[in-house]
T-cell receptor, first 117, second 114 residues
């Protein structure tokens, strides 16, 4: 079954500290993996997108890694800021052979990050 | 601002009623996706339209329906509303960049069913 699991479910860190969020997936055949940031009550915003051949991708203080062999991804946040408080969602795209090879998305439940002063 | 607009921002209604949520995609985007997000839950994919045609269905109830119009705006109709339908409803449009599709989300419509 195609699944995306994220850990931890929630995380509290102090401003200025680093943190790493995890995403494990069992989706196949894999197309790409995205990390989204969702502020409370607002729509998700894309942070990074990674394809099979990419191991690491950065977007400012956010760095995503992908290990396609172990089907794991991580999102590392450096020097956290109060504005980083949000839910971080991992989304994996796959080709659905039962639906004309249309790309479909599996959304993780997200990690809720709180950055405290 | 993602460029995707949704109206209304907030909606309060009673059980058994019917409501329509509206979404305008970013200029040039042909795809529209609808999602439901209940309190403290993940995003649940409902339905996807591309250039006026239904492309994929997710966990959409029979009481819910959607359509995409020739001008590419979309409407999500929710009928026979129940308390459990209270949620944030997001619309997203998508674009391809270097072969990869990225979804851009609207601000959402917060529905409260009393």
């Amino acid at each position: 079954k195609n699944q995306v699991e994220q850990s931890p479910q929630s995380l509290i860190i102090l401003e200025g500290k680093n943190c790493t969020l995890q995403c494990n997936y069992t989706v196949s055949p894999f197309s790409n993996l995205r990390w989204y940031k969702q502020d409370t009550g607002r729509g998700p915003v894309s942070l990074t997108i990674m394809t099979f051949s990419e191991n690491t991708k950065s977007n400012g203080r956010y760095t995503a890694t992908l290990d396609a062999d172990t089907k794991q991804s991580s999102l590392h946040i450096t020097a956290s800021q109060l504005s980083d408080s949000a839910s971080y969602i991992c989304v994996v795209s796959y080709l659905d052979h039962n639906a004309g090879n249309n790309r479909k998305l599996i959304w993780g439940l997200g990690t809720s990050l709180a950055v405290n002063p | 601002d993602s460029g995707v607009t949704q109206t209304p921002k907030h909606l309060i209604t009673a059980t058994g009623q019917r409501v329509t949520l509206r979404c305008s995609p970013r200029s040039g985007d042909l795809s529209v996706y609808w999602y439901q997000q209940s309190l403290d839950q993940g995003l649940q994919f409902l339905i996807h339209y591309y250039n006026g045609e239904e492309r994929a269905k997710g966990n959409i109830l029979e009481r819910f329906s959607a359509q995409q119009f020739p001008d590419l705006h979309s409407e999500l109709n929710l009928s026979s509303l129940e308390l459990g339908d209270s949620a944030l409803y997001f619309c997203a449009s998508s674009a391809r960049d270097r072969g990869q599709e990225t979804q851009y989300f609207g601000p959402g419509t917060r529905l409260l069913v009393l």
